[in-house]
């Protein structure tokens, strides 16, 4: 007798990664929202900054990662490309070390350029190209979220 595989229904899956999208974007959301609160006079501000650059940090790691796994299904690896998804994850790191203007707004920019490049990639992908959706929208929350807190910062 032979298994049956059952293909998971799209829908679920696309809610599923919505799902998994906001989660990974809530520790970000909910301390940028507390830095703007609290302003930069507060004593807690700085540990939350670090907060903040840490979560943006594993947030690029982790798009970077996605991106990797993509790339080696290819049937053609293309090294340089292979390359370019770490670079996310190196500006992250980097990042934890900079003071907090600098680093925020690098942050935005990675955050940004690795969005527009995500955006447009899975736009490309026929069986996928809904994610490129999921890219936008939350490209468009963690930019906004990495401006609050940089111009709570300034």
Request: net charge positive.
């Amino acid at each position: 007798m032979q298994a049956i595989t059952e293909q998971p229904d799209q829908t679920d899956s696309r809610r599923a990664v919505w799902t998994i999208m906001f989660s990974i974007l809530t520790p970000l959301i909910i301390i940028a929202l507390i830095l703007a609160a609290i302003g930069k006079g507060n004593a807690l501000f700085l540990p939350l900054l670090d907060g903040f650059k840490t979560a943006s940090a594993i947030i690029l790691s982790f798009l970077g990662g996605i991106r990797w796994g993509s790339e080696l299904r290819n049937q053609v690896i293309k090294p340089l490309i292979l390359f370019a998804t770490i670079i996310p994850a190196i500006i992250g790191w980097i990042c934890l070390f900079l003071s907090g203007p600098l680093a925020i707004g690098l942050l935005l920019i990675a955050v940004c350029a690795m969005g527009a490049w995500d955006s447009f990639y899975w736009h490309e992908k026929a069986d996928i190209k809904w994610y490129a959706s999921v890219r936008t929208v939350m490209t468009l929350i963690a930019a906004f979220m990495h401006s609050l807190v940089l111009l709570t910062i300034l």
